[in-house]
């Protein structure tokens, strides 16, 4: 990894770990995504690893497992976010593992409450991609953690236990 790329995740680090999540600006711009990338977020298969089980969420897809996760959390929503491969670019998995730590301390900072999870692409074009699934988390915050960390889209989940896709370029 070049050292340039070390420095920048440095400067990030130390300045977003100021920034208080919930008062960035929100204004969404339209989606600028190619289809079939849009289409490749809708088919992987989002992986989340509780204490007493592993969870799959597909988009567009009602999980008991989820409503459950949810109500036992006493959580109305979760999002799944993730700071590998920013706007889809292959990272190598120094890069990845870095910019994935930064995304913990983040939400460790922010108190957080969260768990490990796994975007998985079924016909493994894209390599598992580490995330985070953040309970309680409400959809603002969770798009600004998603730019903060030049993501094109987060997992959002509500109390009908559905996940929905929502871009954010």
């Not at 920034?19 to 289409?39: C, P, Q, R, W």
Request: glycine share 2%.
């Amino acid at each position: 990894m070049s050292s340039l790329y070390c420095v920048e995740y440095a400067v990030k680090f130390n300045n977003f770990l100021d920034v208080k999540l919930d008062n960035i600006d929100t204004t969404h711009v339209g989606s600028m995504l190619d289809e079939k990338l849009i289409a490749s977020y809708r088919q992987t298969q989002y992986r989340i690893f509780t204490e007493h089980e592993t969870i799959d969420v597909t988009i567009d897809y009602y999980s008991q497992s989820i409503e459950s996760l949810l109500t036992k959390s006493s959580s109305n929503s979760a999002a799944i976010v993730t700071a590998y491969n920013p706007y889809s670019q292959l990272r190598n998995e120094e890069e990845n593992y870095l910019a994935n730590e930064l995304l913990r301390a983040v939400l460790i900072k922010n108190n957080h409450r969260f768990l490990e999870s796994l975007n998985i692409d079924p016909i493994q074009v894209w390599p598992a991609e580490k995330s985070f699934l953040v309970l309680d988390l409400d959809i603002n915050t969770a798009k600004n953690i998603g730019w903060e960390f030049n993501q094109n889209s987060i997992v959002w989940i509500d109390r009908s236990a559905i996940a929905q896709l929502i871009l954010l370029r």
